[in-house]
């Protein structure tokens, strides 16, 4: 599945990359007529709609690129708890519990941000008449797994007292596309852009649910090999001054 969904994905990419840039070229050559400018722009909203779920598509199939590096988990959750806070809304309580001497992980900062935010945003769908998000941390040792390579690994949580699922609801999840929400109200790959996400970088998802008992998500994530003090700042410039520059090519098809 994720073989196919990856080619897929890119080939739609390249169709929708034609999309945007016929009707760019066609918005400047239209006379000033607010209605049909107006439909050119559904239509380059719906293109762009098309190239978000796209990326999501990459994910889950675990060929997006990602800038791997040792990454603050502590810092990381900090960073981002006001943007969560004002997500979530006033009818949810969030609880942070992540030590500051939590060991560096292996991650790309920015999608994990995104991966965090995905989490509480689904453990706020479970909470329709509020209640509380817990999002927690702890390093924890794996010297005896099938599925995971043995070392010091961090815990990463974000829990809830929602809803919960059934078992049915349960073991399929994670599958692409498959919600329980409305129409309109998701497209089913958060959960599995998240695994594609954590197994990309060695570690393992994990769901325990239960109906009326909330939802818990546990991602273990890879303890970097680097010192702490070689943490990345998450706000800081990617290349400092006086420094030697890293240049891009962008070979276009």
Known sequence: IGQLTGGIAHD????????????????????????????LDNAVQAAKRGASLTQRMLVFARRQELKIEPTNVAGLIDGVVDLLQRTLGPRIELEVDCPSTLP??????????????????????ALPQGGAIR??????????????????????SVSDNGEGMDEQTLQRATEPFFTTKGVGKGTGLGL?????????????????SQRGAGTKVDILLPVADAPASERSDLHADETAAGTEKTWSILAVD
Not at 104 to 120: G, H, S
């Open 104 to 125: 560096p992980v292996r991650a790309d900062a920015n999608q994990l941000e995104l991966a965090i935010l995905n989490l509480a945003v689904n453990a706020r769908d």
């Open 12 to 39: 739609f990419n390249n169709l929708l990359a034609a999309v945007l840039g016929s009707l760019q070229l066609l918005r400047k050559r239209l006379p000033g007529d607010a209605k049909a400018l107006g439909f």
């Open 192 to 208: 599995s852009m998240v695994q594609g996400l954590v197994t990309q970088l060695g570690g393992r998802l994990h769901l325990q």
């Open 135 to 156: 999002i927690e941390a702890r390093e924890t040792l794996i010297d005896d797994d099938a599925t995971l390579a043995a070392g010091a690994y961090v815990c990463l």
